[in-house]
Nanobody, 126 residues
Framework: QVQLVESGGGLVQAGGSLRLSCAAS????????IGWFRQAPGKEREFVGA????????LYADSVKERFTISRDNAKNTVYLQMNTLKPEDTAVYYC???????????????????WGQGIQVTVSS
């Protein structure tokens, strides 16, 4: 059974940093793109960023560009989301998801992801 587990969330002050991890089990996803999404209360789930299967390409939402960095360790079947210079508007539940392919062509589209984690809360205080 495929399972994605996010970890590393919590409460941080504005300007601080957090690193989220997304660990996959049940199968290897080294050929699949991995995406990060987030959902704030009362809002739709939105794209944050994604990394290609090879790890050679990344894509970010404008709102997090140059603050967030996605990396992956295929040997550990784990993807990371490093979040720096956090803002209160980054407060949300963060989800990782496995793409159906290794490319980022459809990375912004929620429907292109086959598996989702349960989500983890990130709260940024002002």
């Amino acid at each position: 059974q495929v399972q994605l587990v996010e970890s590393g969330g919590g409460l941080v002050q504005a300007g601080g940093s957090l690193r989220l991890s997304c660990a996959a089990s049940g199968r290897t996803f080294s050929r699949n793109a991995i995406g990060w999404f987030r959902q704030a209360p009362g809002k739709e789930r939105e794209f944050v960023g994604a990394i290609s299967g090879s790890g050679g390409s990344t894509l970010y939402a404008d709102s997090v560009k140059e603050r967030f960095t996605i990396s992956r360790d295929n040997a550990k079947n784990t993807v990371y989301l490093q979040m720096n210079t956090l803002k209160p508007e980054d407060t949300a539940v963060y989800y990782c998801a496995v793409g159906a392919s290794g490319t980022l062509v459809a990375a912004r589209i929620r429907g292109s992801y086959a598996y989702w984690g349960q989500g983890i809360q990130v709260t940024v205080s002002s």
